[in-house]
């Protein structure tokens, strides 16, 4: 199982970036697919999730600014940010996996990962 995160890069306060999580239409189909990311000396943390079904779920800090999507033709999953700050500069990963309502924001719950990208916002 593989997963393909890309779209980082370096951005200005204010800027905005789209984040992609590609993978196989075996993992695709039937999994929850969530962003996390880690920014040096820290945890990682959940930033957004979708379902199969396509309901969406965010980290309560970041709704507003990000969004999730899925493009189902694409076995692609989208993260939107806009209105960066430089608190959002991290690593990015994307995962999939099939957690149950209580676990989708933990990351403990995802089986598989990808191998992150990094996103860097300047002020």
């Known amino acids: 199982v593989q997963l393909q995160a890309s779209g980082g890069g370096f951005v200005q306060a204010g800027g905005s970036l789209r984040l992609s999580c590609a993978t196989s239409?075996?993992?695709?189909?039937?999994?929850?697919v969530g962003w996390f990311r880690q920014a040096p000396g820290r945890e990682r943390e959940f930033v957004a999730g979708?379902?199969?079904?396509?309901?969406?779920f965010y980290a309560d800090l970041l709704k507003g600014r990000f969004v999730i999507s899925r493009d189902n033709t694409r076995n692609t999953v989208y993260l939107q940010m806009d209105n960066l700050k430089p608190e959002d500069t991290a690593v990015y990963y994307c995962?999939?996996?099939?957690?149950?309502?209580?676990?989708?924001?933990?990351?403990?719950?995802?089986?598989?990962w990808g191998q992150g990208t990094q996103v860097t916002v300047s002020s």
């Open positions: 995962a999939a996996g099939t957690p149950i309502h209580s676990s989708r924001r933990n990351r403990n719950a995802y089986n598989y």
């Open positions: 239409r075996s993992t695709f189909r039937g999994y929850s």
């Open positions: 979708i379902m199969w079904s396509s309901a969406t």
